[in-house]
């Protein structure tokens, strides 16, 4: 029986997985992430919330490289 490529990606170390799914998740168009990825009221809520305080606290915010990073050490 074939195995599953779900099942092997799986076994990856961590940083290789995170980077898999950075990679999986950039390579969505702008399009395909609006068409497919629709919001919740409650998801709306929060990133509204979260805006309001980033407004209030703009030094607050982690720059993305940092996220990156960190995610995958």
């Keep these: 029986m074939p195995s599953n490529p779900l099942t ?6 961590a940083g290789d997985r995170a980077d898999l799914a950075m990679s999986l998740w950039e390579s969505l168009s702008d ?13 709306r809520a ?20 940092v996220v990156r990073s960190k995610l995958r050490s």
Excluded at 8 to 13: A, D, M, T
């Design 31 to 43: 399009s395909e992430r609006e068409g497919q990825l629709e919001l919740s009221e409650a998801e």
């Design 8 to 13: 092997e990606l799986l076994k990856l170390p």
């Design 46 to 65: 929060e990133l509204d919330r979260r805006w309001a305080e980033h407004l209030e606290n703009p030094g607050s915010g982690i720059p993305w490289a």
